[in-house]
T-cell receptor
């Protein structure tokens, strides 16, 4: 049973470009979470999605960031017009069930560097 | 509001020493869940343990053990006879029941360096 997959593992973008980060959850998992790890900081929650629905986006910056989890295909975290402050590691996690404190299994992360 | 504090930023030990990583949490919810994750130098996050607020039994898994004490709002993690492969950043995390989300609130992590 493959784990959570994220691609690309490393992504370099120039300021003003768009970044698209992909996450394929574990088989049988329909709940996806995105977290961001800034340098020298812990992980911060960004958004929680179920298939085709955004359930909680309280941690998402108001502008330039969006997320989706379509019926078919991976979850996508999209960052428009990237700035240097967006440089971070972005982790996706999945769980088989929703609220209830179930453990989340993390992918290897995507390291975004904005030049 | 919920919060997780890992006061130890870095710990350095010599192989075979025992080491305890501290975690203190804050929440007003009566039902909540506590987690530990390991982030080795390769960068991925590895799930170690989950505990719910009604289960205060200590747990042991090989060289790893966890001490959950509601009276002090702590969920400490001990590695016995540490090994170089234990070198990593360890994160403690909290989630609360209720609402529509299951988001994890992480502490800032403790970097453990085990010297040979």
């Amino acid at each position: 049973n493959a784990g959570v997959m994220q691609n690309p593992r490393h992504l370099v973008r120039r300021r003003g470009q768009e970044a698209r980060l992909r996450c394929s959850p574990m088989k049988g998992h329909s709940h996806v979470y995105w977290y961001r790890q800034l340098p020298e900081e812990g992980l911060k929650f960004m958004v929680y999605l179920q298939k085709e629905n955004i359930i909680d986006e309280s941690g998402m910056p108001k502008e330039r960031f969006s997320a989706e989890f379509p019926k078919e295909g991976p979850s996508i975290l999209r960052i428009q017009q990237v700035v240097r402050g967006d440089s971070a590691a972005y982790f996706c996690a999945s769980s088989p069930w929703g609220p209830g404190g179930y453990e989340q299994y993390f992918g290897p992360g995507t390291r975004l560097t904005v030049t | 509001a919920q919060k997780v504090t890992q006061a130890q930023t870095e710990i350095s030990v010599v192989e075979k020493e025992d080491v305890t990583l501290d975690c203190v949490y804050e929440t007003r919810d009566t039902t909540y869940y506590l987690f530990w994750y390991k982030q080795p130098p390769s960068g991925e996050l590895v799930f170690l343990i989950r505990r719910n607020s009604f289960d205060e039994q200590n747990e042991i898994s090989g060289r790893y053990s966890w001490n959950f004490q509601k009276s002090t709002s702590s969920f400490n993690f001990t590695i016995t006879a540490s090994q170089v492969v234990d070198s990593a950043v360890y994160f403690c995390a909290l989630s609360v029941r209720g609402g529509a989300t299951n988001k994890l609130i992480f502490g800032t992590g403790t970097l453990l360096a085990v010297q040979p």
